[in-house]
């Protein structure tokens, strides 16, 4: 799993060694990077989004799912940052990944967005929107 640090997107390629390292280039916007440089962005990022959804109340299993992380990794950041998730098995969000064209449509349409409320994080190059429709009858 690798992502490129200023984008994050994964369409990138090797681009020699520098200083023993691998150097990636970014497809997209053509930024280059070294492995080291690029593991600790990664951390960061996906520590941040796993937890989050971690607190949206998804599964280890489905975080592992979506952002490809080990579900090991992610109960261990849980652990780390001593994260409590409130109990509530009758809650459970529905969540879809769209790209920034895709929200847009989605965010226009009323039906969407009725009586529900929902969390939009950035994912990679895409978005995901996680709505609760716990009000709904
Ligand atoms: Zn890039």
Redesign the pocket.
Known sequence: MKF?P??Q?NNIVKSGIVNERQRYK?K??N?FFTVNKLGKRIDQYYVTKALQLYLEGLSYREIERILGISHVSVMNWVRKYNIQKVQNSDVHPTYKILSQTELGKYFSSEENTRGSGMIVTELGDKFMVIKWERFKE
């Open positions: 490129c200023q984008c997107s970014c997209a916007c930024y």
